[in-house]
C-alpha cells in the first residue's frame, strides 16, 4: 500500500512513491509488473518523473503513451505559458498527429521556456530554446516560426545597440563582422515570416513581423491590418500605438494600453505609453508608467532616465501653476 498526499491538484508524491517507481524501473520487466510502471508514473510529478523516465527503455515507452500526458499533465504544461499565449503545443491536433506525446510535450516545456526568456529580452536564450523546440519537430508550426523570428530580430536591434553603445575604437574588422551577424539574422527573420505568411496570409504574427521591414506607408498598412486580424496581438497593437505616436496621441495611448492588458510584460509598450500620456499633457500618468517599466525591468536605463526628465517636468509645471495663482 502507497500513501499519496494531495497538495497542489493532488499530484505532489510522498518518497514511497517515487521508491515504487525505481522499484518499478528496475525490476518490472524480469518479475512480469509491468503494470506498476503505470501506476508509479500517474502520481510522478514533473522533476521525480523525468528522473523515473530515463531509468529504463521500458518507462520510456510507456512515456511515450498518450494517457502519460493527458489530463493534469498537459493542462500543467499549458499553465507554464504566458496567458496571452494561444498556440498550446498539447492541444494543437495537427501536432498531436506530427509526433508522440513525449516529443510534443519536450517541445511545449523548450517553448515556455523560450517566451520566458524573451519577455526578459535574453534574446540569445530565447532562439536557442526556440531552435530546440522546433528541432523536436519534423516540420516547424508556422506559431513557433513567427516566435523564433521575433527573437531573431530582437537579438539584431540588441546587437545594434551594443555597437552604438559601444568602444569607438573598435576595429573596423569588429564592426564589419558585427553588422554581418546583424544582417543575417534580420534576414533570417524576415525570410520567417514570410514563409508565415505564404502560408496562411491571414497570420497576425506574421503581418506584424513584416511592417518590422517595411518603409513608413507600407508599415502602417500591415500593423492597421495585422490589429483588425486580431485584436488581441500585444505586438501588432504596441507597434500600431508607437507609430501613431505624433500622429493621433489619443488613438496610440488607446491601442498601447490594449497591448499592455493583454500582456503586461511587453517590454517596449510602457515607454511608448509614457511618450503618449506626457504628449497628452498627463504627466502623473506618464511618471506612473515609467515607475511600473521599472517595477518589471528595475536594470531599464532608458525608463530610469525618462522617469527622472518626467518628474523635473512636472515639478517645474507644478511650480509654474502656483506662481501664476
Same mark, same amino acid.
Given at each position: ?7 497542489? @491538484? ?27 510502471? @503505470? ?6 510529478? #514533473?522533476? #521525480? ?5 530515463? &531509468? #529504463?527503455? +521500458? ?45 510534443? &510535450? ?22 536557442? #530554446? %526556440? ?21 531573431? %530580430? ?49 497570420? +497576425? ?35 500600431? @500605438? ?38 497628452? @499633457? ?13 517595477? %518589471? ?29
Amino acid at each position: 500500500r502507497v500513501r499519496v498526499s494531495s497538495a497542489s @491538484g493532488g499530484r505532489a508524491v510522498r518518497a514511497p512513491i517515487v521508491a515504487m517507481a525505481d522499484v518499478a524501473g528496475a525490476q518490472s520487466w524480469d518479475s512480469g509488473g509491468d503494470w506498476l510502471l @503505470g501506476i508509479a508514473s500517474d502520481w510522478l510529478d #514533473s522533476p #521525480s518523473l523525468y528522473a523515473y523516465l530515463a &531509468a #529504463s527503455r +521500458s518507462c520510456l515507452r510507456h512515456a511515450s503513451s498518450p494517457a502519460c500526458w493527458d489530463g493534469w499533465r498537459s493542462q500543467r504544461l499549458d499553465a507554464q505559458l504566458p496567458g496571452h499565449v494561444r498556440w498550446k503545443p498539447m492541444r494543437d491536433p495537427g501536432l498531436a498527429e506530427m509526433v508522440a506525446p513525449l516529443r510534443r &510535450a519536450a517541445c511545449a516545456h523548450r517553448f515556455a521556456m523560450a517566451l520566458r526568456s524573451y519577455e526578459a529580452r535574453d534574446f540569445d536564450g530565447a532562439v536557442s #530554446s %526556440f531552435r530546440t523546440a522546433a528541432a523536436m519537430l519534423p516540420r516547424t508550426p508556422r506559431q513557433l516560426k513567427c516566435r523564433l523570428a521575433d527573437a531573431l %530580430f530582437g537579438q539584431a536591434v540588441s546587437a545594434g545597440k551594443a555597437s552604438s553603445d559601444g568602444d569607438s575604437d573598435d576595429d573596423e574588422n569588429e564592426q564589419g563582422e558585427r553588422a554581418m551577424r546583424m544582417k543575417a539574422l534580420k534576414t533570417e527573420a524576415l525570410q520567417l515570416y514570410q514563409e508565415v505568411v505564404d502560408e496562411d496570409p491571414n497570420d +497576425s504574427y506574421a503581418v506584424n513581423g513584416l511592417s518590422l521591414f517595411a518603409d513608413a506607408k507600407e508599415k502602417r498598412e500591415l500593423l492597421e491590418r495585422a490589429v483588425r486580424l486580431d485584436s488581441e496581438n500585444p505586438y501588432a497593437l504596441a507597434n500600431l @500605438g508607437s507609430d501613431l505616436l505624433g500622429e493621433d496621441d489619443r488613438r496610440a495611448l488607446s491601442h498601447l494600453q490594449r497591448a499592455l492588458l493583454v500582456n503586461p510584460k511587453l517590454f517596449y509598450a510602457r515607454l511608448f505609453k509614457c511618450q503618449a500620456l506626457a504628449r497628452l @499633457g498627463d504627466l502623473d500618468g506618464a511618471v506612473e508608467a515609467a515607475a511600473e517599466q521599472l517595477m %518589471f525591468r528595475p536594470e531599464d536605463r532608458n525608463a530610469q532616465r525618462l522617469l527622472s526628465a518626467l518628474k523635473v517636468r512636472r515639478d517645474m509645471m507644478r511650480y509654474q501653476m502656483l506662481h501664476e495663482i
